[in-house]
């Protein structure tokens, strides 16, 4: 059974440049939750996709976008990257319909994105 | 606006007890999560509260006081790999997490 899965693993960019990464979620999981986690810091929530459509979203710029395919598996596109976007992404899967019920996230392992 | 405290490190020595403490103020309450992060790795899951009360699994066991807007995990027996940082998060009206900034913990032998 597939846990998460994020690529790449790393990444660097210089500033003004456009990222994609991607997640597969976890083997049955139908939400995917992307967080954006600066050193040192608690992870942030970006948005969450369910049924291809973007559910939810935090106090992020629309310079971050994202996406959700029907096999639920997830883009997060960043534009005109700056250098405050250097950080650990991380993408969660969980399954809707008991997601109020206390069901836990499940994380991968994360793409650490280096703007310079 | 919606805030969760935990203190940056604390320090423990292997076998030991420690509690790290979380107070929350948030835009509703559905539920605080405490997860564990190793240093370069995802967080991973470690307990979930609802109601008020204590929740215990094995070493590990988390409190929940809704009414002071506060939760504590308790680590016994400490090892050495359980040197990781801590995180709590709190799961507001609209069902999305907020997290604190995480506790460092470092065990020494």
């Known amino acids: 059974d597939a846990g998460v899965t994020q690529s790449p693993t790393h990444l660097i960019k210089t500033r003004g440049q456009q990222v994609t990464l991607r997640c597969s979620p976890k083997s049955g999981h139908d939400t995917v939750s992307w967080y954006q986690q600066a050193l040192g810091q608690g992870p942030q929530f970006i948005f969450q996709?369910?049924?291809?459509?973007?559910?939810q979203r935090g106090n992020f710029p629309d310079r971050f976008s994202g996406h959700q395919f029907p096999n639920y598996s997830s883009e997060l596109n960043v534009n005109a990257l700056l250098l405050g976007d250097s950080a650990l992404y991380l993408c969660a899967s969980s399954l809707e319909r008991i997601q109020r019920e206390g069901y836990e996230q499940y994380f991968g392992p994360g793409t650490r994105l280096t703007v310079t | 606006g919606q805030n969760i405290d935990q203190p940056t490190e604390m320090t423990a020595t292997e076998g030991a007890i420690v509690q790290i403490n979380c107070t929350y103020q948030t835009s509703g309450f559905n539920g605080l999560f405490w997860y564990q992060q190793h240093a370069g790795e995802a967080p991973t899951f470690l307990s979930y509260n609802v109601l008020d009360g204590l929740e215990e699994k094995g070493r590990f066991s988390s409190f929940l006081s809704r009414s002071k807007g506060y939760s504590y995990l308790l680590l016994k027996e400490l090892q050495m790999k359980d040197s990781a940082s801590y995180l709590c998060?709190?799961?507001?009206?609209?069902?999305?997490?907020?997290w604190g900034a995480g506790t460092k913990l470092i065990i020494k032998p």
């Open positions: 998060a709190v799961m507001d009206s609209n069902y999305q997490l907020i």
């Open positions: 996709y369910y049924e291809e459509e973007e559910r």
